[in-house]
């Protein structure tokens, strides 16, 4: 019975704190840790590149990241139509402004954004596991290429036609 009452206790507890409130502090102190930081090491940081070496290299980069990009944004459009939500939301873009916040300090911020969208749209149990599903297919997909070799050889991408 008393664990009970600390439960209850505990409960009500958490139900008076504002985390909207800790939550913005949380975000400005670290992003305003992150430019501090950034501002003082910049002297370390190197920003020399060879536009006429490597300016193809540099474009081939940039393109195959805005494509990762929209095939991640597709894929979790999937995902959650895989658990059931079939509202007529725009998904896509969605995903590809939320993906910004994967580069605030912290790292989580791009899954928390999503969660709490699709729990506004849907039911809870959607949003937790369209959010925790999501980051285990995109690292069996990784394994799944790097297990091939396709990482170190393009060739070994006719081995996997036979699974298609």
């Known amino acids: 019975m008393r664990l009970n009452d600390r439960i209850q206790f ?42 006429e070496k490597d300016g193809n ?3 081939i980069s940039f393109l195959f990241c805005v494509l990762s990009i929209y095939l991640n944004a597709y894929g979790w459009k999937y995902i959650i139509k895989w658990f059931g939500e079939n ?8 995903y590809i402004l939320t993906n910004v916040l994967k580069y605030v300090p912290g790292g989580i911020w791009h899954f928390v954004e999503r969660f709490n969208f699709i729990k506004k749209i849907s039911n809870p149990q959607i949003a937790f596991y369209s959010s925790l599903v999501e980051p285990f297919f995109m690292m069996s997909a990784s394994l799944l290429l790097v297990s091939s070799g396709l990482i170190f050889s393009p060739i070994y991408l006719f081995f996997l036609l036979p699974l298609v």
């Open 87 to 94: 509202k007529r939301t725009n998904f896509v873009s969605f």
């Open 57 to 59: 290299n540099l474009l």
């Open 10 to 51: 505990l409960n009500k507890f958490l139900k008076k704190i504002k985390f909207d409130i800790f939550k913005k502090f949380l975000f400005i102190s670290s992003l305003t840790y992150f430019c501090v930081y950034f501002i003082r090491n910049s002297r370390q940081i190197s920003f020399n590149i060879d536009y």
